[in-house]
């Protein structure tokens, strides 16, 4: 059996506001690690989109390719084509960059409640993600 002292350190009092700091910094973990699964995804959705655009660029203007929208193929030309994967492109862009501030935002977040987590609980707590 460990001394007295030492078993007092080990013991820490986690008080409800601790409880709520701790919940909290799960939940923006969670939706900190979804979202930089989704931002994985929109870039290579992006990459895919510049390779079709890079492949639209060496057919001949007069074809007519199959473009899916929705559920549905249509023929296009080749400008109107390149022209819907432009748009869709400027769309990515667009979603990523927000992604990306929520993503800053959320990490901002995530240190502060680990700095004060960390400064309470010091070794008794455990907020690094494993790999």
Do not use: W
Request: net charge negative.
């Amino acid at each position: 059996m460990p001394p007295e002292s030492q078993k007092m350190e080990s013991e820490v009092h986690i008080t409800y506001d601790d409880q709520q700091k701790i919940n909290k910094f799960a939940r923006l973990n969670a939706k900190y690690e979804d979202f930089k699964e989704e931002i994985q995804g929109r870039k290579s959705e992006l990459q895919n989109l510049e390779d079709a655009i890079s492949e639209l660029m060496l057919c001949d203007e007069t074809n007519q390719i199959m473009y899916k929208e929705g559920e549905i193929f249509l023929y296009k030309d080749v400008s109107n084509a390149q022209n819907s994967l432009e748009e869709y492109k400027h769309e990515l862009l667009t979603v990523a960059a927000n992604i990306e501030r929520e993503i800053a935002t959320l990490k901002e977040q995530i240190d502060e409640l680990k700095a004060h987590l960390y400064a309470k609980f010091g070794n008794n707590i455990h907020l690094e993600m494993e790999e």
